[in-house]
């Protein structure tokens, strides 16, 4: 079980903005999507303004906010400079703001915006360096991290040269970047986050002991190769190279599954809470999502769209909300009551999460991640408003639910 020193964990009036901005995005990017219509193409900027507030302002949003406080208790030491998380906060918010309006109004804000949200990956990953320095290299968790904050500084690099293209700024194809950009970012960043957060929060919250993390090394591994291996396929303009490094990355996420199964296995808790059904919500939408490539076709653009559907919405989205109503409340009460234990009677964690509200959350965001998938596959634009507007009504309940467990007394 990891512990946690008060010596170590940063204050939590620097780690809530992260939550409270990260959800209310969630909820901007889904109410963006009922503005357009369902026959959705990869070149809509309309929709690839609203896939980067989700992305940006609320997934990236929420596991910087989550590193803020994990990447101390797995060094065992403090930030070097847990100073800088307001402004990266500031940096993130800011550019993702700039990107919606330059996506959805005025296309020169999109290279300022591009830039800004760059400077403030730029930020976390100097200091997520500096903080851990050679440490960074000792375990499965943090050489995760390390190699995600690699990844996340060349594919927002990669994002801004393809926003000075798409503002006019310079004379350039956006879009002949956008294969390696969008596998850098949710491959090399996200997907190596999730692989190495799964080492600490699945055992924590599912009290599981005593299995193997052989599939999280090899998949830590493989994914870094299949990226590099992409990259060197996109520069050479090799078709097989690029279906190697795709299949290194496939393999990759089945070798996590794989350790997520071990995980499982050994879980010790056994209560069907709000936490494990939006991991179950999670994990078969990955597994849907690659089953749509083969289904639909590689090479085919809604097969694309409904893997990104599923992927981003049903399996990143369940995962993050599933984990804020264990996260928070352990944050909150350790900001507040562990000083007092001993000294008053203090709340339970399982008091500070509000059930029924976390159940309609879950429940109306279920059904409509799920509807909007039919919807995606038929062609129907009545179910891909209906699915929004359930989507929409979940995320009210989530936004309402953080700021309830925040404010917790």
Same mark, same amino acid.
């Given at each position: 079980?990891? /512990?946690?020193?008060?010596?170590?964990?940063?204050?939590?009036?620097?780690?809530?903005?992260?939550?409270?901005?990260?959800?209310?995005? =969630?909820?901007? %990017?889904?109410?963006?999507?009922?503005?357009?219509?369902?026959?959705? %193409?990869?070149?809509?900027?309309? !929709?690839?303004?609203?896939?980067?507030?989700?992305?940006?302002?609320?997934?990236?949003?929420?596991?910087?906010?989550?590193?803020?406080?994990?990447?101390?208790?797995?060094?065992?030491?403090?930030?070097?400079?847990?100073?800088?998380?307001?402004?990266?906060?500031?940096?993130?918010?800011?550019?993702?703001?700039?990107?919606?309006?330059?996506?959805?109004? =005025?296309?020169?804000?999109?290279? =300022?915006?591009?830039?800004?949200?760059?400077?403030?990956?730029?930020?976390?990953?100097?200091?997520?360096?500096?903080?851990?320095?050679?440490?960074?290299?000792?375990?499965?968790?943090?050489?995760?991290?390390?190699?995600?904050?690699?990844?996340?500084?060349?594919?927002?690099?990669?994002? !801004?040269?393809?926003?000075?293209?798409?503002?006019?700024?310079?004379?350039?194809?956006?879009?002949?970047?956008?294969?390696?950009?969008? $596998?850098?970012?949710?491959?090399?960043?996200?997907?190596?986050?999730?692989?190495?957060?799964?080492?600490?929060?699945?055992?924590?919250?599912?009290?599981?002991?005593?299995?193997?993390?052989?599939?999280?090394?090899?998949?830590?591994?493989?994914?870094?190769?299949? $990226? %590099?291996?992409?990259? $060197?396929?996109?520069?050479?303009?090799?078709?097989?190279?690029?279906?190697?490094?795709?299949?290194?990355?496939?393999?990759?996420?089945?070798?996590?599954?794989?350790?997520?199964?071990?995980?499982?296995?050994?879980?010790?808790?056994?209560?069907?809470?709000?936490?494990?059904?939006?991991?179950?919500?999670?994990?078969?939408?990955?597994?849907?999502?690659?089953?749509?490539?083969?289904?639909?076709?590689?090479?085919?653009?809604?097969? !694309?769209?409904?893997?990104?559907?599923?992927?981003?919405?049903?399996?990143?989205?369940?995962?993050?909300?599933?984990?804020?109503?264990?996260?928070?409340?352990?944050?909150?009460?350790?900001?507040?009551?562990?000083?007092?234990?001993?000294?008053?009677?203090?709340?339970?964690?399982? /008091?500070?999460?509000?059930?029924? %509200?976390?159940?309609?959350?879950?429940? =109306?965001?279920?059904?409509?991640?799920?509807?909007?998938?039919?919807?995606?596959?038929?062609?129907?634009?009545?179910?891909?408003?209906?699915?929004?507007?359930?989507?929409?009504?979940?995320?009210?309940?989530?936004?309402?639910?953080?700021?309830?467990?925040?404010?917790?007394?």
């Amino acid at each position: 079980m990891v /512990q946690i020193s008060r010596d170590f964990a940063p204050p939590l009036r620097i780690i809530a903005p992260f939550f409270i901005a990260g959800t209310l995005f =969630y909820g901007l %990017s889904i109410a963006g999507l009922l503005c357009i219509n369902n026959d959705i %193409s990869w070149l809509d900027l309309h !929709w690839i303004g609203l896939v980067h507030t989700y992305l940006i302002g609320f997934v990236m949003m929420i596991i910087i906010g989550a590193l803020a406080q994990l990447l101390p208790v797995v060094l065992e030491k403090g930030h070097c400079c847990v100073g800088f998380y307001p402004i990266i906060f500031t940096f993130i918010t800011a550019g993702t703001v700039l990107l919606f309006l330059g996506f959805w109004l =005025y296309p020169l804000l999109l290279s =300022y915006g591009g830039l800004i949200i760059v400077l403030g990956f730029l930020i976390f990953g100097v200091e997520v360096v500096l903080t851990g320095k050679k440490d960074l290299l000792r375990n499965l968790s943090t050489r995760s991290m390390g190699y995600a904050v690699f990844f996340m500084l060349i594919g927002s690099l990669i994002g !801004w040269i393809m926003t000075l293209g798409l503002a006019g700024t310079i004379n350039s194809n956006p879009t002949a970047l956008i294969d390696v950009h969008a $596998i850098t970012m949710l491959g090399g960043t996200v997907m190596l986050i999730v692989i190495g957060i799964t080492q600490i929060l699945l055992p924590m919250f599912g009290l599981a002991h005593g299995f193997k993390n052989t599939p999280s090394i090899w998949a830590v591994r493989m994914m870094a190769a299949g $990226i %590099s291996v992409y990259w $060197i396929g996109k520069m050479l303009s090799l078709d097989l190279i690029l279906f190697i490094g795709a299949f290194f990355i496939v393999l990759s996420v089945l070798a996590y599954v794989l350790q997520v199964i071990l995980i499982a296995r050994k879980k010790a808790r056994k209560e069907f809470d709000i936490w494990f059904r939006s991991l179950v919500v999670a994990y078969v939408s990955l597994f849907l999502a690659l089953v749509s490539l083969v289904a639909v076709g590689y090479g085919n653009e809604k097969g !694309w769209i409904l893997f990104g559907w599923l992927f981003g919405v049903g399996f990143l989205g369940f995962m993050i909300t599933g984990h804020l109503y264990k996260i928070i409340p352990f944050l909150v009460w350790f900001d507040r009551y562990s000083p007092l234990v001993g000294k008053q009677k203090v709340p339970m964690l399982h /008091q500070m999460v509000p059930k029924k %509200s976390a159940d309609f959350q879950w429940g =109306y965001s279920a059904i409509g991640m799920f509807t909007v998938a039919l919807s995606l596959i038929l062609n129907n634009s009545d179910l891909w408003h209906g699915g929004l507007s359930f989507l929409l009504i979940g995320s009210v309940f989530l936004i309402r639910n953080v700021f309830w467990m925040l404010r917790f007394k």
